[in-house]
């Protein structure tokens, strides 16, 4: 059986021209993306983006404009199904109270998850682990050079 996946991600930059990525381990694999997750029925992509800001990074969001829609197929790392991931320029509310790391997957003994600021003007391909990561990273560097 195959359905679809939907997903939504926050494009956070801060007032360094930095965006911020989220390296996770889940499923036996480690991965980089934007902070972000699944959809749940019943919610709208907003609200869905907002509450994985919370439960991630523990902060309120304002989303400030549509970025960018996966348009080819992505079928899921982890199942059977096809991704369609969304993508928002957002901006903290507040502060983030986070722990930032330099080094990728420099999990601390509690979670499999940390939070690492990227310099736009070097973000590569590279930095994410998903086609569709990758494909937004293309198009932020486009942005960035004109």
């Known amino acids: 059986m195959s359905y679809f ?26 991965f980089s993306k934007f902070p972000g997750g699944g959809l749940e029925l019943g919610e709208g992509l907003i609200d869905a983006l ?9 902060t309120e969001i304002e989303v400030l404009e549509h970025f960018y829609t996966t348009d080819f197929y992505e079928k899921s790392s982890f199942n ?4 369609l991931s ?8 507040h502060p983030l109270e986070l722990t930032f790391k330099s080094e990728v997957f420099d999990f601390d003994e509690h979670s499999l998850q940390s939070f690492r600021w990227v310099d736009l003007a070097t973000l590569k391909i590279g930095d994410v682990t998903f086609k569709t990561d990758q494909t937004v990273v293309e198009l932020l560097t486009i942005k960035q050079t004109t």
């Open 5 to 30: 996946n939907v997903r939504v991600y926050g494009l956070l930059v801060n007032d360094k021209n930095q965006v911020l990525i989220s390296d996770e381990q889940s499923g036996g694999r480690t």
């Open 86 to 93: 969304i993508y928002y320029l957002v901006k903290a509310v």
């Open 50 to 58: 907002k509450r994985e800001f919370m439960e991630e990074c523990n």
């Open 80 to 83: 059977d199904s096809q991704i």
